[in-house]
């Protein structure tokens, strides 16, 4: 009887203290993550703004026909600026790779929604295949 | 003539000495079971990197016992330690007073003794010789499950290896990490009713969580003599995970929630993985101390890793460290399953509730991720619930896998990944639980 009361006491115990810590985990990891994102998305924008205040800088990108630049103020106006830089850069230089010397401009950069291509699904699914 | 009885002899003396002649039907029983364990690690290619060691290990405690042998220490007069061919100077001594009809009973000549007088008594000064008889191999790796060392290090290798992107991205997937512990707290109940101990029952229950080291490391604190059948029960069952945890899932979920595709997970920056580490640590250490050696190597291992700036430990972590341990984890706790020890009605019992707690972990999590599924209006697959019994990363595949019989569009991996790894934490968690109530 003594043993079962413990047993009660210990799922009882068990059960909110594990729930209790890691509903902290996701209090605190929620509340750093925006804190963090905010803090990314501000001095994002704060680049964004002293680049364009800047006058050499928006010369010198307008001389050489920066792509980079153009994807990005494309990018920040179809509300995709979660896109690394560096990705769009890949895609930049991918479409480089395929036009080569043919004039060309990338003008936005857009994720393709949830549903992948038939090679995205044959590659995930020979990397899920584990039996 | 003389030849052939001497070949005779010889043969009858090699049988003798083999473990032929000495194994008793517990250990025919058992080195059967290692080959079915062989035959799922190699051909089935379940979990085969536990199960072929573990396989391995107990076959050959079976066919030779001896390799877990205890070391053996002998406390010899001077007169059997020559007799056994040795050189007396080669041991430590110990002295000893005893009474004259003492020392005469235990083999030595008086008048050759030292001896002293003590209120008017006489004693005489007895040198025993320390002769000590190495253990078996696996003895001395065995060690390491025993004292606790391996299991945390696993973890380090753990860390080093696993991404919390999933989790940070969407922390609610904890709350499938918590869902699936309760089957280990309900079979803690269960346990206590079939007679077991408390203590034993607390590592008759963390089987639930589906973490190998994690029931090691609790059963070294709370039960050390159940941890053979413990850690094979574990083990077995994280490598049987395919078999175990499809029909649960399908019996618990309709086809409409199965079919559910999930939306794309968020980036997750540099910054939050780093400081994810270091945020759980403190959280986990400071509410529970005792799940700290767990937690605490989980994360160092997740910090080299995100960090960035310790590239070769992180490797080492993932790849090296893990392996050898691994080698060392997986033969040992085979080599304890030795037919004549493992093949008792407890050790069956604790089987039994060892797949129980396992499947309730599964059920719970999965009837909490209905219950998400449900409170989001259907943007959550049930599924990913069951991954909530760590057992990284199967139980995250699984979920892929029976979504994906149902729709061959819906990937569920990286979703399943957050619970999954949430139920690494929250096991860790329940760890604690059970050792600071039990201990």
């Not at chain 1, 106006?77 to 560096?86: F, H, V």
């Not at chain 2, 004259?100 to 030292?114: M, R």
Request: glycine fraction near 10%; proline fraction near 5%; charge should be positive.
């Amino acid at each position: 009887m003594e043993n079962m009361m413990l047993a009660l006491s210990l799922l009882l115990a068990g059960f909110i203290i594990v729930f209790v810590v890691l509903i902290l985990l996701i209090i605190i990891i929620t509340v750093y993550g925006k804190i963090i994102q905010a803090a990314q998305r501000s001095s994002k924008t704060r680049k964004e703004k002293k680049k364009t205040a800047d006058p050499v800088q928006s010369a010198a990108a307008a001389q050489h026909g920066s792509i980079g630049a153009d994807v990005k103020a494309a990018a920040s106006s179809e509300g995709t600026d979660e896109i690394p830089g560096e990705i769009i850069a890949v895609i930049a230089a991918a479409v480089d790779a395929v036009y080569g010397s043919k004039p060309h401009r990338v003008r936005s950069v857009k994720r393709s929604g949830t549903v992948r291509s038939a090679w995205g699904n044959a590659g995930v699914i020979g990397n899920t295949r584990p039996f | 003539m003389e030849i052939f009885s001497q070949l005779g002899s010889v043969i009858v003396g090699l049988y003798n000495s083999s473990g032929l002649c000495h194994l008793g039907w517990q250990n025919y029983v058992m080195i059967a079971i290692s080959f079915v364990l062989m035959f799922l690690a190699i051909k089935k290619q379940y979990e085969p990197l536990l199960l072929l060691p573990i396989a391995f290990g107990m076959m050959i405690v079976n066919i030779f016992p001896d390799i877990m042998a205890n070391p053996v220490t002998q406390l010899l007069t001077e007169g059997q330690v020559k007799s056994m061919g040795l050189d007396p100077a080669s041991y430590p001594t110990t002295s000893e007073l005893l009474t004259k009809a003492q020392a005469i009973t235990a083999g030595f000549e008086p008048s050759t003794l030292a001896h002293v007088n003590i209120g008017g008594s006489e004693f005489y000064r007895v040198v025993y010789y320390s002769v000590t008889e190495n253990g078996g191999l696996f003895y001395y790796l065995y060690q390491g499950v025993h004292l606790g060392i391996f299991p945390p290090l696993i973890f380090l290798g753990i860390g080093a290896m696993t991404d919390f992107g999933p989790l940070i991205a969407n922390p609610k997937s904890f709350i499938l990490g918590a869902a699936a512990q309760i089957g280990i707290f309900i079979t803690f109940i269960g346990a206590i009713i079939l007679g077991f101990k408390t203590n034993e029952a607390g590592s008759i229950a963390i089987i639930g969580g589906a973490d190998g080291p994690t029931a090691i490391f609790v059963t070294s604190k709370l039960s050390p003599e159940l941890l053979g059948p413990i850690a094979v029960a574990a083990y077995s069952y994280m490598a049987l995970v395919p078999i175990i945890q499809p029909p649960i899932m399908k019996l618990l979920t309709t086809k409409k929630e199965r079919s559910i595709v999930m939306g794309q997970l968020r980036p997750v920056s540099k910054l939050e993985k780093i400081i994810f580490p270091i945020v759980v640590v403190v959280l986990v250490a400071i509410l529970l101390p005792d799940a700290a050696p767990l937690v605490g190597m989980l994360m160092l291992g997740n910090l080299f890793k995100e960090s960035g700036v310790v590239d070769r430990i992180a490797k080492t972590a993932q790849n090296e460290l893990m392996n050898i341990v691994t080698i060392f984890l997986g033969v040992t706790v085979g080599a304890t399953a030795s037919g004549t020890l493992f093949l008792t009605p407890k050790t069956l019992g604790i089987i039994a509730l060892g797949l129980i707690a396992f499947c309730l972990g599964t059920a719970c999590g999965v009837l909490f991720g209905k219950i998400m599924c449900w409170a989001t209006k259907g943007k959550i697959n049930p599924l990913i619930g069951s991954a909530g019994v760590s057992a990284v990363p199967m139980a995250a595949r699984i979920s892929q896998k029976v979504g994906q019989e149902e729709n061959p569009a819906n990937f569920l991996l990286m979703h399943a990944m957050g619970p999954n790894v949430a139920g690494v934490i929250g096991s860790a968690v329940a760890a604690g639980v059970l050792i600071s109530v039990l201990k």
